[in-house]
């Protein structure tokens, strides 16, 4: 670990990084990280939740199998949606001094979903990539965003990952847990299957084998 690394991580971890514990969490399907698809906003490591049935519902199809009750005493999780301003603002500092992100300008397609009746949109690292993914090219609603965070390589290898833009800030804050040694990172979103929303987390890789795993449990969706 090199001095730039320390010297990041003294500095947020003396922002005091709110933080979350958990009694019991739940895993739907393999338990073997390797499974996971190479788009997941957690990255190389264990999805979990306490919620796993609605999770069957929000990703029916995709998420499936037994679920597993995982367990360990004292763990600890970066508590992602309750990080300040100025916390997210330092982590990412740390991706870039580290080499896992660069400030680049983004391009963001947007559109109109009846189904969700709101404005929704996607995120592309070149105007042509945003093109092609537009309806009609030529009357496409593509704005560009500079100063977003864009994934390196050393990012995409670490987290399994493709690391389209709108990954990013996630998948730094999973890589950055576990160098400091957390289980993980929680994001504490709203319970709304309607809208595709629950409460979800992830166990880093190198922290997967310090919990015990339960035998599968009857929840299902």
Avoid: C
Avoid at 61 to 85: D, H, M, P, Y
Avoid at 119 to 125: G, I, K, N, R, V
Wanted: hydrophobic letters at 40%; a negative charge; glycine letters at 4%.
């Amino acid at each position: 670990m090199d001095d730039d690394i320390r010297r990041w991580m003294r500095l947020v971890e003396a922002a005091a990084i709110p933080t979350l514990a958990f009694p019991t969490l739940y895993h739907v399907g393999s338990l073997d990280p390797k499974h996971k698809r190479r788009d997941s906003y957690e990255g190389a490591g264990l999805s979990v939740s306490i919620h796993p049935a609605e999770w069957r519902q929000i990703a029916r199809g995709l998420v499936a199998g037994q679920t597993w009750a995982l367990t360990k005493a004292k763990n600890k999780f970066i508590a992602a949606t309750r990080l300040s301003k100025t916390q997210k603002a330092m982590i990412a500092q740390w991706a870039v001094t580290n080499g896992w992100a660069e400030s680049s300008t983004i391009y963001r397609l947007s559109w109109f979903d009846d189904e969700m009746d709101d404005t929704m949109y996607s995120d592309f690292t070149t105007r042509e990539e945003a093109e092609r993914e537009a309806y009609d090219p030529e009357d496409a609603d593509i704005k560009e965003i500079p100063g977003t965070l864009i994934a390196t390589d050393a990012l995409r290898h670490r987290t399994n990952n493709d690391a389209a833009p709108v990954t990013v800030p996630d998948l730094i804050l999973t890589v950055y847990a576990e160098e400091l040694g957390y289980d993980g990172v929680w994001w504490d979103d709203r319970l709304d299957v309607r809208n595709y929303s629950a409460p979800r987390g992830v166990i880093v890789p190198s922290k997967i084998k310090t919990w015990t795993v339960l035998k599968p449990t009857s929840i299902s969706g």
